[in-house]
């Protein structure tokens, strides 16, 4: 049985999407574990005025390559940025490029994706579809390749509760689609873009499907091999625990809880949502990358439990800067509570807020953030209030097929051995540290903050019972005689336990 970095040894490999988040961690991990791989062939855009040589450069710089440049200070050797546009004809590569990846690339990781889940159905359908039918074409064209791996998502079936490893048929015939859309102007596919997704909750799982289905076409062509984590979070354990680079599906969810913004989310209240680390999903896509060159396998990821209260108290003891209340997230199922809380825990205190911008002539901005935080949490609820069932014999199968070495240490994909609180108490500590640039050594200060906070809130809620005493107590005989009767019954109750317990003494 060989090992999984055995395989990569003098192979070239070629990844799209390697400057997003779980780009960077399997360039990361190659690199790092299996140091006899021969290139990276990374297909790169330029962006926001940085030519695509700058952009690999700064990635990395980054902290996350730390481990790799104390190994081999000259680990850059091994990356060759292609120019590429995935929405352009022939990804925008250049002939020369294209003849020399044609010549020599052994294993494909498709990465490259649009996941925002508002993406207007056009471009989510030329990226996520078309581009991976055009990166499949340039694989035809490689004489001596090995594996063609797909990060697709565990929601690409979201449609259905019980999910198998197969590929279903997609909900329109690719080809069709994408004629049709050619003649459209944009107005008319917003239009009828709720008619196509049907049952699915958004563009991105409705392309993610139909990228499947097109990877599948080529399944008597290609050695194919299909990947679908399902909502994928900071690291585990490598290259060091809390790894996080982006506010996407919980992260962002977790920052805004941390600032006290986010007070209520409708989600399952037992497990909320199917997590699983960044570190294991590209370990999983490596094992899998390796069986494929033999075999082929449509591997799940296996989920694990997210329990809000780890959050809140992780944030309670590492807290965020300048909060603006303190952590205390509501999370239920039902409507009518959580339209409640919206409004008495994020919509009146936004307007307090703005209300004491406008009287000290600031610009009042609370009430937008607000706006902006419940798009976001509506885009998500779809996903944090239901439950699936997920079929995965094939990561069980692939976990027996790895060298005891690679299974329980280098490349191991078995989160039943991940402690959950401390998971999630590292995650949070990533957010700040990584997402938010804050520095650890200011938590004695944000501690004091949430100390102030809380006092504010205690001197709040007695000026409220006193002003509601004046206003409806003091004023009418009828509440104060009921007041009175509730005041000398609580007096009764304590009366009576002081006599308990002094008999019991
Ligand atoms: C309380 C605790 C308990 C919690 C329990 C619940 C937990 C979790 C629940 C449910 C998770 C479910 C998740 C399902 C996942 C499915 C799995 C997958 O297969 S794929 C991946 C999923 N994809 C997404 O997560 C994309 C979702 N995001 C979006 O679609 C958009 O971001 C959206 C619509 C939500 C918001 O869009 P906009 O246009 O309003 O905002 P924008 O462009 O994202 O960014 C806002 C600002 O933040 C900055 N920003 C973004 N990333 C940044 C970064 N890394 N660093 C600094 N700034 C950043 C941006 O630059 C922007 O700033 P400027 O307004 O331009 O100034
Ligand atoms: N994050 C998650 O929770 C999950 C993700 N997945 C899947 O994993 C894969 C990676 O996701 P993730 O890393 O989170 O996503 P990111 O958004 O972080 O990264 C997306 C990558 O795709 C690249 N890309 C986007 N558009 C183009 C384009 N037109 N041409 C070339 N490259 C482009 C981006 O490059 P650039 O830097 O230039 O924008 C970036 O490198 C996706 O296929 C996604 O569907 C599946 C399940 C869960």
Same mark, same amino acid.
């Given at each position: 049985m060989t090992s999984v970095a055995d395989y990569y040894a003098g192979k070239n490999v070629l990844i799209t999407g390697a400057t997003g988040f779980m780009g960077k961690v399997l360039v990361e991990k190659l690199l790092r574990?299996?140091?006899?791989?021969r290139a990276l062939f990374l297909l790169v855009r330029p962006k926001a005025g940085q030519s695509m040589q700058q952009r690999v450069d700064d990635m990395i710089k980054c902290k996350l390559f730390d481990r790799v440049r104390e190994d081999d200070?000259?680990?850059?050797?091994k990356i060759v940025p292609i120019s590429s546009e995935l929405t352009e004809p022939g990804l925008a590569i250049s002939p020369e490029d294209a003849d020399k990846l044609a010549a020599c690339v052994n294993i494909v990781f498709h990465c490259a994706a649009?996941?925002?889940?508002?993406?207007p159905l056009k471009h989510a359908v030329q990226l996520n579809v078309i581009g991976t039918q055009q990166l499949l074409g340039l694989a035809r064209r490689m004489?001596?390749?090995e594996a063609f791996i797909h990060i697709s998502t565990?929601?690409?079936?979201?449609?259905?509760k019980h999910i198998d490893e197969v590929i279903y048929p997609p909900p329109v015939e690719p080809r069709k689609l994408i004629e049709s859309l050619e003649w459209m102007d944009d107005r008319i596919v917003q239009d009828i873009t709720p008619r196509l997704i049907g049952?699915?909750?958004?563009?991105y799982t409705y392309t993610k499907a139909l990228a499947e289905y097109v990877v599948q076409q080529e399944q008597d062509k290609l050695n194919i091999g299909i990947i679908r984590p399902s909502i994928v979070g900071a690291?585990?354990?490598?290259?060091?625990?809390g790894w996080i680079d982006n506010f996407n599906g919980p992260s962002g969810v977790f920052i805004a809880a941390g600032k006290g913004i986010l007070r209520t989310m409708r989600a399952n !209240?037992?497990? %909320?949502a199917d997590l699983i680390p960044v570190d294991v999903v590209i370990n999983l896509t490596l094992a899998a990358g390796w069986y494929t060159a033999v075999h082929k396998l449509v591997p799940r990821c296996p989920p694990g439990p997210l329990q809000k209260h780890h959050v809140m108290s992780s944030f309670k003891r590492n807290p965020l800067e300048q909060?603006?209340?303190r952590p205390n997230a509501n999370i239920t199922s039902n409507y009518l509570i959580y339209q409640y809380w919206i409004l008495v825990s994020h919509k009146f205190p936004a307007l307090l807020y703005d209300l004491v911008l406008r009287l000290t002539g600031q610009k009042p901005q609370m009430m937008r953030i607000f706006n902006r935080l419940h798009k976001a949490i509506s885009l998500l609820e779809y996903f944090s209030s239901q439950d699936w069932e997920w079929n995965s014999e094939n990561v069980n199968m692939l976990m027996a097929q790895l060298s005891p070495e690679d299974r329980k240490?280098?490349? !191991?994909?078995? %989160?039943?051995?991940?402690n959950w609180p401390e998971y999630i108490e590292n995650y949070c500590i990533g957010t700040k540290k990584?997402?938010?640039?804050?520095?650890?050594?200011?938590i004695p200060a944000a501690r004091q903050h949430l100390r102030k906070l809380r006092n504010i809130r205690y001197t709040f809620n007695t000026v409220l019972v006193v002003f509601i005493w004046r206003v409806f107590i003091a004023r009418s005989q009828m509440a104060r005689n009921i007041w009175y009767f509730v005041v000398s019954l609580c007096f009764k109750f304590l009366s009576y336990f002081r006599a308990s317990s002094t008999l019991t003494n």
């Open positions: 574990c299996c140091p006899q791989v200070a000259h680990f850059h050797r649009t996941i925002r889940f508002d993406e004489r001596h390749l565990a929601y690409a079936n979201c449609n259905r049952n699915r909750p958004n563009t690291s585990w354990q490598e290259p060091f625990p !209240n037992d497990a %909320v909060a603006f209340r240490v280098t490349f !191991n994909f078995d %989160v039943r051995q991940l990584y997402v938010l640039n804050e520095d650890m050594s200011d």
